[in-house]
């Protein structure tokens, strides 16, 4: 069983066994309560914390830049540029974007809806007001 002596300031220094038992980490913040006559030790965690991935310096390099881009993309998707696999893997593993929504930021799609955007501009869109009205335009020869 490990042991812990208590110094002239009141201080205990936590066996480091105990200290990894508890996951704790420098500065974490410990209820000490008495209970039946024992002294209880109960981290208490203020905030969860997400654990953070490690990247690589040429992920942390696809990263910067990725924010980047996506920031031009949220403020104006028509001027900017989609992100390349590397941004995007490194964007997705930080969760700086849904791994699951990974289309929406690359080029391809980017460019799609710069396309979409000058098409709309410059009339080339059609509008229907009802779904008869868009099945005779698609029947009709181009």
């Given at each position: 069983?490990?042991?812990?002596?208590?110094s002239?300031?009141?201080?205990?220094?936590?066996?480091?066994?105990?200290f990894?038992?508890?996951d704790?980490?420098?500065?974490d913040?410990l209820e000490v309560t008495?209970?039946?006559g024992?002294?209880l030790?109960?981290p208490?965690?203020?905030?969860?914390?997400a654990?953070?991935?490690?990247?690589?310096?040429?992920?942390q390099?696809?990263l910067?830049?990725?924010?980047?881009k996506?920031?031009?993309?949220?403020k104006?998707?028509?001027?900017?540029?989609?992100?390349t696999k590397?941004?995007?893997k490194?964007?997705?593993?930080?969760?700086?974007?849904?791994?699951?929504?990974?289309?929406?930021?690359?080029e391809?799609?980017?460019?799609?809806?710069r396309?979409?955007?000058?098409d709309?501009k410059a009339g080339r869109v059609?509008k229907f007001?009802t779904l008869?009205g868009?099945l005779k335009?698609?029947?009709q020869p181009?």
């Amino acid at each position: 069983m490990p042991l812990a002596k208590i110094s002239t300031k009141h201080q205990i220094t936590i066996p480091k066994k105990v200290f990894n038992d508890l996951d704790l980490a420098v500065g974490d913040l410990l209820e000490v309560t008495a209970e039946n006559g024992k002294g209880l030790i109960v981290p208490q965690r203020v905030m969860a914390t997400a654990a953070v991935p490690k990247l690589s310096a040429a992920e942390q390099k696809a990263l910067k830049s990725a924010r980047k881009k996506i920031d031009a993309i949220n403020k104006n998707h028509l001027k900017s540029r989609g992100l390349t696999k590397t941004e995007i893997k490194a964007a997705a593993k930080v969760g700086l974007i849904d791994p699951d929504q990974v289309w929406f930021w690359t080029e391809e799609w980017q460019r799609g809806e710069r396309e979409a955007a000058a098409d709309i501009k410059a009339g080339r869109v059609k509008k229907f007001d009802t779904l008869d009205g868009l099945l005779k335009d698609l029947k009709q020869p181009a």
